[in-house]
């Protein structure tokens, strides 16, 4: 079959990906200039500034079963994902940590506890004990409160989004950069030249740029990258916070990313001075040895979220929409694209 997909971010790359494998004849729309990031904050995709935290249990705190199936599902996906597109290293599954000061324990432990009762006992988080904490993770001190979530991990999101193009394209798959869809059909995508380009099936993938066909919004979030050769961190950390989900995770070359801010705004400006100050001195508070780091880089993006912050996915005769990936976009798109797939039965 002709397959349209409008947008080309974590969605339509997993997508383009898939139906080229299967042998349908794939072309893709998006406003990018190409297929790489973008150097400065912008119009982006979202999937770019995520830090690929990989966390259905975490992620728990914010969403509900269904998010957290999905992201089982995901997470035994991505590695069978990552070796197809010849690049497995870019999965990492050895846990995760959730730390607290002793200052906000109460908070944490109210965490655990909500975590423990949605997760089910399979996927409890395990206390550490100093000692524990200090064999897996020697770079944090301070925290006096840890617990590991073993079956999370994280994604290296840059090389993933390439790797995705790259095999998208020897499939075959058609990209067309620099080019808007301003409305999408069923069987057609209308672009913004007001060119209708018809096709047997289509797939709206737009995230925020979904509005008005979808009642998407934007939430900000600005993230730092540091460089950070002596921090040695093997796997993501989260840090209980009073006005942010704090996490710091790890990055090829020696790098870090701290993130992030959740503010209600369709604000793509730089990061402001407050969420500098708030993220980097929490992060700074578990690791001491980021005193030293380099700020390389910081972004600013919107997570794309329904308003009941759940994804919707849903099929209409020669369309599919999928969206509100919102926070956990990583976590949830192969199942998600799965999913799709199969109701789809092409
Ligand atoms: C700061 C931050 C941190 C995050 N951290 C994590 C994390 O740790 N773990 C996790 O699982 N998720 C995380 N996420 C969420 C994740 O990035 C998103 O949920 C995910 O990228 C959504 O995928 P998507 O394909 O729907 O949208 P996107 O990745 O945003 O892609 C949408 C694409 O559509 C294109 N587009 C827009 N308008 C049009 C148009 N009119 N025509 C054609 N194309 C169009 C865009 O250019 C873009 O390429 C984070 C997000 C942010 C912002």
Redo the contacts with the bound molecule.
């Keep these: 079959m002709h397959m349209g997909i409008?947008?080309?971010?974590?969605?339509?790359?997993?997508l383009a990906l898939q139906l080229s494998a299967e042998g349908h004849r794939v072309e893709v729309?998006?406003?990018?200039s190409g297929p790489g990031p973008r150097e400065t904050s912008g119009?982006?995709?979202?999937?770019?500034?995520?830090?690929?935290?990989?966390?259905p249990v975490a992620?728990l705190d914010r969403s509900n079963e269904d998010v957290f199936h999905l992201g089982l599902r995901s997470c035994a996906l991505w590695p069978g994902i990552a070796q197809a597109l010849g690049v497995p290293q870019v999965c990492h599954f050895d846990g995760s940590l959730l730390l607290a000061h002793r200052s906000d324990a109460g908070a944490a432990q109210r965490l655990v506890g909500l975590l423990q009762a949605k997760a089910g006992a399979a996927y409890l988080p395990q206390a550490l004990q100093a000692e524990a904490l200090a064999q897996l993770e020697p770079g944090i001190h301070g925290p006096s409160l840890a617990w590991l979530l073993p079956c999370e991990g994280?994604i290296e999101?840059h090389n993933t989004l390439q790797a995705l193009h790259a095999q998208g394209t020897r499939q075959g798959v058609l990209w067309h950069w620099g080019?808007?869809?301003?409305a999408v059909e069923p069987g057609a995508l209308v672009l913004?030249n007001s060119v209708r380009a018809e096709f047997d099936h289509v797939f709206d993938?737009?995230?925020?740029?979904?509005k008005p066909a979808l009642p998407v919004r934007g939430?900000?979030?600005?993230?730092f990258l540091l460089h950070a050769p002596g921090a040695s961190l093997r796997r993501?950390v989260r840090l209980m916070h009073p006005r942010h989900s704090v996490?710091i995770?790890p990055r090829p070359d020696d790098c870090l990313v701290v993130?992030?801010?959740e503010i209600e705004s369709e604000d793509r400006s730089p990061v402001s001075l407050r969420s500098t100050l708030e993220l980097l001195s929490a992060a700074h508070s578990a690791i001491p040895a980021l005193a030293e780091a380099r700020v390389v880089h910081t972004?600013?993006?919107?997570?794309?979220a329904l308003p009941d912050n759940l994804p919707v996915l849903k099929h209409s005769a020669g369309l599919t929409c999928?969206?509100?990936?919102?926070?956990?976009?990583?976590?949830?798109?192969p199942a998600l694209v799965e999913q799709a797939l199969k109701e789809l039965s092409l």
Aim: aromatic residues 8%; without cysteine.
């Design positions: 409008a947008g080309a971010g974590l969605l339509g790359r997993l729309f998006d406003p990018a119009t982006q995709a979202a999937a770019w500034t995520a830090a690929g935290m990989l966390s992620e994280y999101v080019r808007t869809v301003a913004s993938v737009r995230g925020v740029g979904a939430v900000r979030g600005e993230v993501p996490y995770v993130g992030a801010s972004e600013t993006n919107l997570r794309p999928i969206n509100g990936l919102y926070r956990h976009g990583w976590l949830l798109a």
